[in-house]
DNA sequence: AAAACGGGGCG
DNA sequence: CGCCCAGTTTT
């Protein structure tokens, strides 16, 4: 290779990187600017505001987590209340937003925040990304909208809008198909002023090109756009892989004695910390499961069954089939056990955090 | 029933 | 890195 075409090869690809950039943002941010929507954490540049909404909106759609936000803001205002709150009163303003993880590891991270940062949010993108709870996205996220510093945000939306736009056919959710998303983005990705660019493109993402019938023959980007004019906008962006439901089994012991029943906080896996009728994890025949229980908590065998009550859950990868075994107990026998409370009926879900599957239960008793 | 949602942790 | 984890709503 000469040095002329040497140097024009870089001037090329230095002229295409900026022409690239220019035409993408240049449509991207006055769209953004005309269609956004006012959202309370967009109108902040305080890091705890926008550390909380990056958490509550993980796998969450804006309009669940919008009210979750307005009340974490309200209750908890600084983080160091956050901190210092109790956690079981996070998991009470979380209850019905599901992935609780994500409440203990907020709680967690305020308090690393709260009193090893001396409550200064760390501002920059490796100590954000060590944070418990925070990965690749939200780091991202939080050093761009708190502090303006030029990392590209990757989520579903921006995985759609960049698979489209350069014809990605590679599955989004393995690692070939993340790399070119990666080095696609970078090309178009506008670091002078990330904050705007990483809201651009999430909000064309849920708004304009949207998974199923984006709007293309009223898009902004449409001539950039490689699935658009190879017609393959309802086949990108590919995924691959589907995960295995595994079917599981509960059996739940509702002990009731006049307005009172027993509770256990639960210690692990899903809906840890949450609280929960005593429970047994195995598939077993009724008469085992009174056995057990009757043993267990030093019951009479010849205590009033009252209902057996079947419900079934479904997550992601599980499949639970719940059975609610409904007993009535004598004034006088009470249990007394480690990890067995006793407790107000109606103090399930308010003054207790609940496991939704015992939520799921009293509803469909009233 | 399946897909989607402003993913993350762990070995 | 590859693999596993995981709740609710919408389609």
């Not at 040095?3 to 295409?16: A, D, Y």
């Not at 080095?183 to 002078?192: C, K, Y």
Request: charged residues 20%; aromatic residues 12%.
């Amino acid at each position: 290779m000469d040095k002329f075409s040497f140097f024009s090869n870089i001037l090329s690809f230095v002229s295409t990187f900026f022409e690239n950039i220019l035409k993408i943002a240049t449509l991207l941010i006055p769209w953004y600017q005309e269609n956004k929507r006012d959202l309370p954490w967009r109108a902040t540049r305080n890091p705890y505001y926008i550390w909380l909404s990056e958490i509550l909106l993980q796998q969450t759609r804006v309009a669940q987590g919008l009210p979750y936000y307005l009340k974490f803001v309200e209750h908890f205002p600084t983080i160091k209340k956050l901190a210092d709150a109790r956690e079981e009163d996070i998991l009470n303003l979380w209850q019905g937003l599901g992935y609780y993880s994500r409440a203990r590891n907020l709680h967690h991270t305020a308090q690393v925040i709260a009193y090893q940062y001396n409550g200064r949010f760390p501002s920059n993108y490796q100590d954000i990304r060590a944070l418990k709870g925070i990965g690749d996205y939200t780091a991202a996220a939080i050093a761009s909208f708190a502090f303006g510093l030029p990392h590209a945000v990757i989520d579903g939306n921006v995985n759609r809008v960049i698979s489209r736009l350069f014809g990605i056919e590679k599955p989004i959710n393995k690692p070939d198909g993340q790399a070119e998303i990666k080095i696609a983005l970078e090309q178009i990705f506008d670091p002078s002023r990330p904050d705007i660019w990483n809201q651009a493109i999430m909000e064309f993402g849920a708004l304009q090109c949207t998974p199923r019938n984006p709007n293309c023959t009223d898009c902004p980007l449409n001539t950039n756009c490689l699935a658009w004019s190879s017609k393959k906008v309802n086949i990108i962006p590919t995924k691959e892989g589907k995960t295995k439901v595994t079917q599981v089994y509960h059996s739940y012991l509702v002990m009731r004695l006049g307005s009172k029943t027993y509770i256990q906080k639960r210690e692990t896996g899903i809906w840890k910390n949450l609280y929960q009728f005593p429970l047994i994890e195995k598939q077993m025949s009724d008469s085992e499961v009174i056995n057990h229980f009757t043993e267990e908590f030093g019951i009479r065998k010849t205590i009033h069954l009252h209902s057996i009550r079947e419900i079934e859950h479904i997550l992601t990868h599980r499949k639970i089939f719940a059975k609610f075994y409904t007993i009535s107990l004598n004034t006088g026998s009470e249990i007394l056990k480690n990890n067995i409370f006793e407790i107000e009926l109606d103090d399930l879900g308010k003054v207790f955090p609940t496991s939704v599957l015992t939520l799921k239960y009293l509803k469909q008793q009233k």
